[in-house]
Nanobody, 114 residues
């Protein structure tokens, strides 16, 4: 099973973008879902996570601008990004924590222009 992230692209500063991440097949034992991002030349950083349907956690840099949600029936996680700025430019990765280990998506590039 692989995670397939989508929704990245080019957006102007102040704009919005929505990402989604879904498994390519059946997956079970998901404990939490998360988004990370990695800007060019920098380490991969935590962005947001969701456990169950409602427990969420955010990096300080995105609080109030980004929203994470999930669809338990589709095992899909979403990231709604509003008020984007150039510091948000990065490759965004989804990650699932499951009973049998971590699963990472391939990443989707978000570029915010001035």
């Amino acid at each position: 099973v692989q995670l397939q992230a989508s929704g990245g692209g080019l957006v102007q500063a102040g704009g919005s973008l929505g990402l989604s991440c879904a498994p390519s097949g059946t997956i079970s034992g998901i404990r939490s879902m998360a988004w990370y991002r990695q800007a060019e030349g920098k380490q991969r950083d935590f962005v947001a996570s969701i456990t169950g349907r409602t427990y969420t956690n955010y990096a300080d840099s995105v609080k109030g601008r980004f929203g994470i949600s999930s669809d338990s029936r589709r095992n899909t996680v979403y990231l709604q990004m509003n008020g984007l700025n150039q510091e948000d430019t990065a490759v965004y990765y989804c990650k699932y924590n499951t009973a049998w280990g971590e699963l990472w998506g391939q990443g989707t590039l978000v570029t915010v222009s001035s």
